[in-house]
Nanobody, 123 residues
Framework: VQLQASGGGLVQAGGSLRLSCAAS????????MGWFRQAPGKEREFVAA????????DYGDSVKGRFTISRDNAKNTVYLQMNSLRPEDTAVYYC?????????????????WGQGTQVTVSS
C-alpha cells in the first residue's frame, strides 16, 4: 500500500489542523493505521492509531484529549484532527499502515509509511 499524507501547515498556538492520509495500491480496510511525528533532533513518536474498522483507537499521552484519529474506508483515508495545538506539537507527521488488527504504538509493527507532512505551531 502507498500512503500520501497532507494537510500540514503553519498555525498559531491554540489553533487546529486536520491531516489526511490517502492510501492506494492496497486494500485499505485490511490495515490498521497510525500517525507518528518526529521533531528535529528527536526520535519518532507515537501519536495515534486506529483499528481496521475504526472502532478502537489509541493515543499518545501528550495528545490525549486534543487529537482525534478517524478513518473512512470508503475513501481509503485516515485523518488526524488536531485541536488546541501547542508549539511542542511542531514536527513532521507521518501516517503508517500495519497488518495488525488492533491499534499499536510500536513503530516496528508498521510496514508502510507515508512521506510526512510538516506541522509548525507558532507561539
Amino acid at each position: 500500500v502507498q500512503l500520501q499524507a497532507s494537510g500540514g501547515g503553519l498555525v498559531q498556538a491554540g489553533g487546529s489542523l486536520r491531516l489526511s492520509c490517502a492510501a492506494s495500491r492496497g486494500t485499505f480496510s485490511t490495515y490498521g493505521m497510525g500517525w507518528f511525528r518526529q521533531a528535529p533532533g528527536k526520535e519518532r513518536e507515537f501519536v495515534a492509531a486506529i483499528s481496521l474498522s475504526g472502532g478502537t483507537v489509541d493515543y499518545g499521552d501528550s495528545v490525549k484529549g486534543r487529537f482525534t484519529i478517524s478513518r473512512d474506508n470508503a475513501k481509503n483515508t485516515v485523518y488526524l484532527q488536531m485541536n488546541s495545538l501547542r508549539p511542542e506539537d511542531t514536527a513532521v507527521y507521518y501516517c503508517a499502515a500495519t497488518s495488525r488488527i488492533y491499534p499499536t504504538s510500536a513503530l516496528s509493527r508498521y510496514q508502510y509509511w507515508g512521506q510526512g507532512t510538516q506541522v509548525t505551531v507558532s507561539s
